[in-house]
Every structure is written in C-alpha cells, then in structure tokens.
C-alpha cells in the first residue's frame, strides 16, 4: 500500500527516521551519518525554545497557487504566518505573470464552543460559502491541531460536500502537535495533491504499465523541475536556462502552479529535484503510480553541485557531451567573474544555518569562494544529506561543529560566541541572533534574490563581499543592544541541554 492510500502522510520522524537534536562536526556526521545519535524516540532537549509548526511552510506553498482558496481549518491563529507570507504571493506572482495579486486564505476560526460540540458543521459551511464567493478552482482544506484533537473528520466532510461545490477540495493534514520535524509539511502538501488533482484520473498500474494521467501522452523532452517556495522566479529561471540549453523542457512545479496544470507533472519524462529535503515524497508516488522517473541527490547550489546536478540530468537524456560544454563554458566564465572577490574572503570564517540541504550546499558554495566555514546549524537531519557530509568532510581542512537543531538560539548564541565567524548566513527571521552578536548577516533564501545555479555563486559573491567589505551595521547593532542571555550560559557547553536519552554522542 502506498502512502498516499492514507489518509494523512506518516510524520517523517517515523517515515525517515528524522531528528531535530544533535551534535557533532562534519567528520563525525560523514563518518556516521549522525544516525546512531540521533533520537528516534520522544527525548531532544530538556530545554526548548520556540520554533515554527508544519502550517507556516506548507501554507508558504499553498497560498502560491493561483486559483486556489485555502480554508484554515483550526483556530485563527494557526494561519497568521500566510500575512507575512502574502509579500512573496505578490511579488511571485507579479514575477510570472505581471499581476499582482493577494493570496486567499480563510479561516473558519475554531473557538471554545467548537472545541466542545465539534467544529465539522461550521467547515461544511465555510466551503460552501467560500465557494460561492470566490468561484476558485480548487480549495485546500487545511487541518490544524484543533480538529486533530477533537477527532473532527475534515476527509469525511469535504467527501460529503465536494457534490455540492464547483471547487476540487482537496483536504491537508497540518496537525502541528502531530510532528517536531517541519519538513513533514512538504509531504503533506504531496499527499494532498496527489490523492485529490492526480488521483481521479490513475489507471491500475497492472492494467496500464504505468502510464501518465488517463487520455495525457508522455512528453519525452519534458522534466519536471520541482520548487518548494525557497526558490524565487530568479533561481527557477536560471535552471530553466541551464535545462533548456540541454534542449529541455520545463514544467516548474508545484509552487505558482495552477492547479489544474499540475496533472502535466504526470506526463514528464523525468522529476528533478532542487532540495532532497522537499520533495522525495512526492517524487516516490509519480514514479510508483505513473512511471516518472526522478533524480534526487545534488542540490544546484555552488559550482560543484550544480555541475554535478546538471551531469545527472544530462546523464539521463544521454546528452553527456551537451552538458559537458555547457559546464566547461559556465564555470569558466565564472572563475573568471569571481577573481575579484576572493582576496577579501580569504580566511574569513563563516557560521551557516537553514534546513539541512541547503546549509550543506551553501557550505560547499563558501569553500568554493575560499571561505572557511566555522560552523553549521541544520534544522534536522534525514539520511539525504549523507552524501552531502562526506563530500564536506572530504574538502574541510578543519573539522567544524554541526548542530541539529530546529532553531535553538541559546545554543547558537553560545557557539557564535565561541567560534566568533565573520559572517553568518541564515534565514531572514532567523538571523537576529547574530546581528546582535556584531556578525554581519546574510539571507540563506529570498525569493527575490539569485541563489542557486552558476548565476547564483555570482550573485551572492557579489553582495556578500559588499556586506564584509562594509560590516559597520552589526557593529553599531552589537554596541547597543544585547542578547537576553546571562554570562554564565556563554561559559558552559552549548549542548549541555542536549538529552542522548536514546542515542549516543560519538
Ligand atoms: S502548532 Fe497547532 S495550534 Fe500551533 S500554529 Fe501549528 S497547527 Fe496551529
């Protein structure tokens, strides 16, 4: 049975045996994959600070869809992140289409009386009154921990009221308590495309051989370029380049995509992944239930990755000597572009956070740029990222610290204390910490600004060499203001908070 015949995906604690609390140096990591430290069962810190549930980035990639309400099912809230959230819905849109347009979500806004007679009434209400109003073609029915915990059976309505409506209804579990491990938000988004938009049309794979959507023909020159809203229109542009120069297509999914288009990523003769910590759920459900094959291992961040993730694809098509032109030009080109830049970032040490894959590729793009890397926080830790450690811990002078951690900034004040990097790239809400510390900080993500590929080496080069060659701000920052931690925390160990109940530390 496959995961999407559940009614919810299975949290990727049990699915990929994924931890949120760990530590360890690169070495370490590449010598034992961190697997056997990592906590399987319910022990991590016995001290927590906050962090973020699976709603923010699953709502990251569902209010991006154009045609789309989401309904909130659960206290008001739950969807707070889709305000902050609203610029990039804006802005991408204006991007891919020159419009600019709002995301719509509702909430059916659970209170103390729904918690006691049930809230399934009011969400059979909502659909139906945000179908009429909005006319969308689809609408995402999004469970938060409310109706989880009530037992309200958010399948059971939308199947009683999906007659009723013009809208496709397509019902994702968001339960926060159900899960530590955020990335879980992505599968659940998976599932609910895949049981809903592509399931209506799947034949029986021994009636059909694994064929795309019923009637659809299989495009033998389209990929599927997959894009979980940490990649702006910049980054899928460049990759766009790249693939089309192998004589590609390309079907960019599945953020800004129309809903009714998403049946095409059935058709692709092959799925490309961006960041394995995305999208191997869904990748394993198109290749078991239409036959897409996909590639999911180097993320196209720095200029070794994105050359090792280009020779795959080419590999693929058997256009090897294609991409070997194409690399040979690009990376010319940008060694050249680059010489500038390196004398200031000789020696610099640099302290990265950000979900695993990419701090580890963007670790990799900061050696490439003779960077040192001091440090890496990833915010868990999954067996994709293992070829990943070894390929740093083959390139590292220096053994550096690794933190699993979903977020933690009391430790991460402590290490950037100790290990006192000259720059830190991090996410944007995320960056605080060291800002405060005098650190000049960097965004990891922003989908307004090129990351990935060879255009993204360039592009960020650029503006990290204008944020060292001037780091005043944080200077200024750190003189006036300060982090509310005592002295006496910056002198113990920053794990000390770390609880191996379950695992050991090597
Ligand atoms: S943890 Fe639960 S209550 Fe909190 S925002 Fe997430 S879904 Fe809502």
Redo the contacts with the bound molecule.
Sequence with gaps: MSYIDLKSPPKREDRLKACIAHSSTICGMAGTGGKKSCLQDDGERSFNQGSI?L?LPALAMLNSLPDNVVLLH??I??GSCSHSQNANVRFGGNQRWGVVKDGLWLSTAMNESDVISGGEQKLEQAIIEADSRYKPFSITVVA???PGIIGDDIDGVVQQVQPQVNARLLPVH????KTKIWATAYDAVYHGIGRTLLREGELPAAENGLLPFKGLERLPKTVNLMNVSSMGRVDEQELERLLKGLGLDVNVFPVFAHPESMVKATQAALSISTCPTHDDYFLNYLEERFGVPSIIRHMPIGIANTSLWLRDVAAHFGLEEAAERIIALEEGELNQALAEFRPLFAGKKVFISAGEFRALATAGLLEELGLTVAGIRSFHHDEFAEGEYRKLADSTREDYVIDIANVQPFEEANLLKRLKPDLFLGHANGNGTAARLGIPTHVIYHTGLAYIGYKGVYELARRLWRQLKNPVYNRKLAENLRLPYREEWYASDPFAYLDTRGGISE
């Design positions: 549930c709603l659960s206290a809230g739950c938060g921990c409310v968001c339960e926060g308590f």
